[in-house]
């Protein structure tokens, strides 16, 4: 059997519920094709409450408090954590206290990030990040979504949309980054801003929703 529907994504669209396929075993036992966890990383809906996704989210938050309570430790000290954490963490990369973020093992930076205090990464499917990123105090990456009819909220159900941010990219204090989004190499994300659609390279976007102010055209740019 198959169960399915539609539901109302964040973007407006009209998406297909995703089907659930239960085959009948020898004993006439039904099972399930896929888990939680692997409908999740598929980008379809699933629930989080599941109990494998919720030890995964548990095991974050124990590496996360560590993470957070060792600002005193050396900085050898803070990366093994750090690596133990996230899915893959460049060398050179710092990333300030407090941070947050849901199972750490969709998180992917490059070489010589810097990650200011209290960020958010909301990693239900990939944050991938590229060397270079400068990033400002209170930043918040949000891969996960839920859908807009109501009936289907309540059910349990959401879903996620990875985001990838390329190299030598700044994101100013406070900028919130929407489920699916790609910010291109060398851009700027102006402070307070929230981005819903992706940013193509080497530009500078502010505002809410964050529009393109201006392109960067390799000329030494200081200031806006």
């Known amino acids: 059997m198959q169960f399915g529907g539609k539901y109302r994504d964040g973007t407006g669209s009209m998406r297909h519920l995703t089907a659930v396929s ?8 039904s099972m399930r094709t896929k888990t939680e966890k692997a409908k999740m990383l598929a980008g379809e809906l699933y629930r989080s409450a599941d109990p494998e996704l919720v030890a995964d989210a548990e095991r974050a938050q124990r590496l996360v408090a560590r993470y957070n309570a060792a600002s005193g430790e050396t900085a050898e ?3 093994a954590l750090l690596r133990r954490l996230c899915g893959s963490i460049g060398d050179g990369t710092v990333i300030r206290p407090h941070f947050a973020c849901d199972y750490g093992y ?3 930076l490059g070489r010589d990030a810097f990650i200011n205090f209290n960020c958010v990464f909301l990693d239900c499917a990939p944050i991938e990040i590229g060397d270079n990123l400068q990033m400002g105090p209170a930043v918040q990456i949000y891969t996960a979504a839920h859908p807009l009819e109501a009936d289907v909220r309540r059910s349990g159900l959401e879903y996620a949309r990875p985001i990838r941010i390329g190299h030598d990219v700044w994101i100013g204090g406070g900028a919130i980054i929407l489920p699916g989004v790609t910010i291109g190499d060398r851009s700027v994300i102006g402070a307070g801003s929230v981005v819903v659609r992706d940013v193509p390279a080497a530009k500078v976007v502010a505002g809410n929703p964050a529009r393109i102010i201006r392109a960067l055209d390799g000329r030494n740019d200081i200031e806006l």
């Open 106 to 108: 969709n998180i992917r």
């Open 22 to 29: 239960m085959i009948d075993s020898p004993s006439g036992v």
């Open 77 to 79: 000290v803070r990366m």
